[in-house]
C-alpha cells in the first residue's frame, strides 16, 4: 500500500547546529503534511503541517520544505536545543481521506 | 483549555479479559481518531468517529475491536478477549474538523499478561 518513509532512523545533531530530517512518500495524492515530535512515554505534538500548494514554511525555530517533484519532505530545526530530543515522525493526509499514514520516525539525538 | 484527556495511562489486563480505553477531546472538537504504535513504530490509524457516528474503521480489527463517540461523555474503544498481541500504547487525537490539525492525547499503555 502507498506509505511514508523516512531515510534515516537515528540523527546525531551536535547543540547548537541545525538539525535536517527526512522524510519520503509515495502517494502523489497525498495534500497534506504534518511533522509531529515524539517524546519519550508521551503522546505526538504537533510542530508543523504544510499543504501541497505550498513549498515552504516556516514556524519558530523549525521550517517545512515541501517537493513534491520527487516526494519529498523535511523538518528543519535551526540551534537545536537539548529539549529537541525525540522521534519526529512525518505523517501526510490524502485528498479522499482523513486518516493520517505514518512514517517510522527518527530518533533526534543532541550531543552536547 | 484541557488537552485530549486519556485514561487509564497504563493497564494490565490478562488474556482472555477486556480492556476499556477511554479518550475526551479538547472542547469544541467533535472528531477523534484512535491509533495504535507498537515500540520504535509509528502510528497506525485504527477508526475515526464523529458524535454516535463510525465514519471509518478500516484500520481496526473486525473481532474483538470496537468503538463508539456517544452523544455525551468519552470515545470509548473496547478491546474484548485480549490477547498479547494486542500489548500497545492506544492513542486518541481529536480535531474540529476531518481535515484540520489534530491534537494527540498522552496514550494509553495496554500490557497484556
Known amino acids: 500500500g502507498e506509505s511514508v518513509g523516512l531515510h534515516l532512523p537515528t540523527l546525531s545533531v551536535q547543540e547548537g547546529d541545525n538539525s535536517i530530517i527526512n522524510c519520503a512518500y509515495s502517494n502523489s495524492a497525498s495534500d497534506y503534511f504534518i511533522w509531529y515530535k515524539q517524546e519519550s512515554g508521551k503522546g505526538p505534538q504537533f510542530i508543523i503541517d504544510?499543504?501541497?500548494n505550498m513549498d515552504k514554511r516556516q514556524g519558530q525555530r523549525v521550517t517545512v520544505l515541501l517537493n513534491k517533484t520527487v516526494k519529498h519532505l523535511s523538518l528543519q530545526i535551526a540551534a537545536t536545543q537539548p529539549g529537541d530530543s525525540a522521534v519526529y515522525f512525518c505523517?501526510?493526509?490524502?485528498?479522499?481521506?482523513?486518516?493520517?499514514?505514518w512514517g517510522a520516525g527518527t530518533k533526534l539525538i543532541i550531543k552536547p | 483549555n484541557a488537552g485530549v484527556m486519556q485514561n487509564p495511562r497504563h493497564l494490565v489486563r490478562r488474556r482472555g479479559q477486556e480492556a476499556r480505553l477511554r479518550c475526551s477531546p479538547m472542547k469544541g472538537h467533535s472528531h477523534v481518531y484512535w491509533y495504535r504504535q507498537l515500540p520504535e513504530e509509528g502510528l497506525k490509524f485504527m477508526v475515526y468517529?464523529?458524535?454516535?457516528?463510525?465514519?471509518?474503521e478500516s484500520g481496526m480489527p473486525k473481532e474483538r475491536f470496537s468503538a463508539e463517540f456517544p452523544k455525551e461523555g468519552p470515545s470509548i474503544l473496547r478491546i474484548q478477549q485480549v490477547v498479547r498481541g494486542d500489548s500497545a500504547a492506544y492513542f486518541c487525537?481529536?480535531?474540529?474538523?476531518?481535515?484540520?490539525?489534530?491534537?494527540f492525547g498522552q496514550g494509553t499503555r495496554l500490557t497484556v499478561v
Open positions: 468517529l464523529q458524535k454516535e457516528n463510525i465514519i471509518d
Open positions: 487525537a481529536s480535531s474540529a474538523g476531518a481535515r484540520t490539525e489534530a491534537f
Open positions: 505523517a501526510e493526509k490524502g485528498d479522499s481521506n482523513y486518516q493520517l499514514i
Open positions: 504544510i499543504r501541497s
